[in-house]
């Protein structure tokens, strides 16, 4: 069966569930979308990634990473290989001296995981005619930091109108070395949102 290839557009809070995330993957050149729904916790270790920021101490999927890389194991691909009753099912793709492994993963941190390992993410065509759905945005380009719209909506920028940006960004620097990474998401994302301004 034929992979296609998957980019992650964006993050937003869930409207469905409480206390989860939506994880918004996509179609290069496309307007068909992937909503995952994803714990706080795997969503703030996909965001620590993407925004490049670096914990004071090694989170879960660091650890796993620095222990995968220690005795030369790569993740290779993430495959999303199934969709059973709303849940989609996912396995690493690993290598070690040339002999290749699948590892079973839930898909969010299958997701976190290929980021550390600059791996691309990949699901079957039957998956995206199940599962996906049609946007009304343009189609995804080559950015996979996009933000999409639900999830500045979402977050609002009331909490840090009377700051700076350079108080932001020491803000943002010290809710780090504190591993508040969910107040450093909202930081980060007021000062993208004021820096387009």
Do not use: W
């Not at 290929?114 to 189609?139: H, K, V, W």
């Not at 108080?167 to 387009?196: F, G, H």
């Amino acid at each position: 069966m034929k992979k296609v290839k998957l980019e992650i557009v964006g993050m937003s809070y869930s409207r469905s569930q409480s206390g989860a995330y939506a994880l918004i993957l996509g179609i290069p050149g496309q307007k068909k979308r992937l909503p995952i729904i994803i714990g706080s916790s795997e969503a703030q270790a996909i965001a620590i990634e993407l925004e490049n920021m670096k914990p004071s101490r090694p989170l879960t999927h660091d650890l796993f990473t620095n222990f995968a890389k220690q005795f030369e194991i790569t993740i290779k691909e993430v495959i999303i290989n199934k969709f059973e009753e709303g849940i989609f099912f996912s396995v690493l793709i690993c290598e070690k001296d040339g002999e290749r492994t699948e590892i079973d993963s839930r898909t969010s941190d299958a997701v976190a995981l290929s980021l550390r390992f600059n791996c691309s993410i990949f699901t079957y065509q039957n998956i995206i005619d199940e599962a996906g759905i049609m946007l009304e945005d343009e189609p995804i380009g080559d950015d996979p930091e996009a933000i999409e719209k639900d999830e500045i909506e979402e977050k609002g920028s009331a909490d840090f109108t009377d700051y700076l940006i350079s108080e932001l960004e020491d803000m943002l620097k010290t809710a780090v070395e504190n591993e508040n990474y969910e107040e450093a998401s909202k930081i980060r994302d007021e000062i993208k949102r004021r820096k387009k301004i």
